[in-house]
């Protein structure tokens, strides 16, 4: 299948190029490289010896789209491209809307046009409300937002879910990523976060290389284990062959999905520090620091849906996502600035 991989450059984007290739289909990326670098691509070929065609623009560039679809048989999208960060979501809410909303909406109306219909959404546990109990089903409460990026994706999932009720050709797959991180094993590909990292992960391994003095521990009094807060960290890796069993899925249904995708697993703060020390023998020093607004003290998914629907489940463990972290990090010390 030749597969439209918008926002494919980014961090999962990447990654998941890299899993289509070797499951035999081909991608072809639209970015406008807001938040990543074209060099992303050039590595996804050293790993899979296959070139991307990379569209550099817009997604919300319909006469680019257009002619993406004019100069390749499309049969389906995988729509990444989106802004990602929260705290500027806050400061920055209507580019936030207009990027991520917009960008949808013209890429779903250029493939209705082509009759291409089927795709693929990065959604988010951020969609899920916080009142939810432990772990997440795909039906747990959602809305209740804390930042406009959430909404982003709640509307996101609601804009899809109204074009796949509106017409029943549409296929509409709604993945709900929780915490990705760790890079591809040969460290070659990886996130590369822009200025300070927001995320704990790219935090952490960047107070291991030295170019932040210490990490800040958001809190030691959540109702945890250990008081720091737990996630469902799942490596980049299965999350983009998580795409892959979307794909598949497509092919066979109608409608619209949703489907977690995480391990079903929660680590907290402490929990990844010690496991990143001990992955990769290394130090990372860290101060407790006040709660960070609007975190939840636990979120983990349940991931049984996936499992026995698309056939997926995440395959790599806490160390192995430490070890390639820092593998990146270490042989990546600037992303991929040179
Ligand atoms: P990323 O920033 O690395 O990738 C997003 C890519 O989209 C970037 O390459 C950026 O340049 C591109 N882009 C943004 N707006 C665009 C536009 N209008 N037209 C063309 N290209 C555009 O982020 P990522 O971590 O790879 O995330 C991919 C998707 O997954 C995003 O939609 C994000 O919201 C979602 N998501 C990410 C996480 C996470 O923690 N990383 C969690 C849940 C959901
Ligand atoms: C994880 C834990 C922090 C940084 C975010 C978005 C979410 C999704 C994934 C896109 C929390 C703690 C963090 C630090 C810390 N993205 N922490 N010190 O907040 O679970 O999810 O990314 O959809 O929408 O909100 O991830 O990595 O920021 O935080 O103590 O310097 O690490 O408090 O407990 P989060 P995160």
């Known amino acids: 299948m030749n597969v439209l991989v918008t926002g494919g450059a980014g961090y999962i984007g990447s990654h998941t190029c890299v899993e289509l ?21 050039d590595r996804v070929r050293e790993i899979t010896g296959q070139t991307v065609a990379l569209y550099e623009g817009d997604v919300r560039d319909e006469a680019l789209l257009e002619r993406i679809f004019d100069e390749n048989e499309i049969h389906c999208a995988i729509h990444f491209a989106g802004l990602k960060a929260v705290g500027e979501s806050c400061a920055i809410p209507l580019e936030y809307y207009q990027n991520n909303l917009c960008s949808t909406m013209t890429l779903c109306k250029v493939m209705g046009k082509r009759g291409v219909k089927g795709i693929i959404f990065s959604s988010s546990a951020t969609v899920y409300s916080g009142d939810n109990e432990m772990p997440l089903r ?12 959430g909404w982003t994706k709640y509307m996101g999932e609601q804009i899809l879910r109204d074009i796949a009720k509106a017409d029943p050709q549409w296929s509409v797959v709604l993945l709900r990523y929780f915490n990705p991180v760790g890079a591809h094993e040969s460290g070659k590909i990886g996130e590369h976060p822009n200025g300070i ?18 990490l800040s521990v958001f809190g030691n009094d959540y109702a945890t284990h250990d008081g720091t807060g737990v996630r469902d960290y799942i490596h980049v890796v299965d999350l983009a062959r998580g795409h892959v069993a979307a794909v598949n899925y497509l092919c066979e249904h109608k409608g619209e999905a949703v ?71 270490s042989q990546n010390p600037n992303g991929f600035d040179d």
């Open 197 to 214: 990292p927001n995320n704990l992960m790219p935090y952490i391994s960047q107070t291991a290389i030295g170019k932040r003095e210490k």
């Open 259 to 329: 489907f977690n995708l995480g391990t079903g697993t929660g680590y907290s703060v402490l929990d990844m520090v010690k496991a990143f020390e001990t992955a990769n023998g290394v130090k990372v020093p860290y101060v407790i620091a006040p709660r960070r607004p609007g975190d939840l003290d636990t979120c983990y998914a349940d991931p049984a849906k996936s499992a026995q629907i698309l056939g997926w489940t995440a395959k790599h463990d806490q160390n192995d996502m430490c070890r390639d972290t820092w593998n990146w990090q």
């Open 138 to 149: 795909e039906n747990s409460r959602t809305g209740n937002c804390t930042n406009p990026y």
């Open 21 to 41: 290739i070797h499951a035999g289909h081909t991608p072809i990326v639209i970015d406008n490289l807001r938040n990543s670098n074209p060099k992303s691509l």
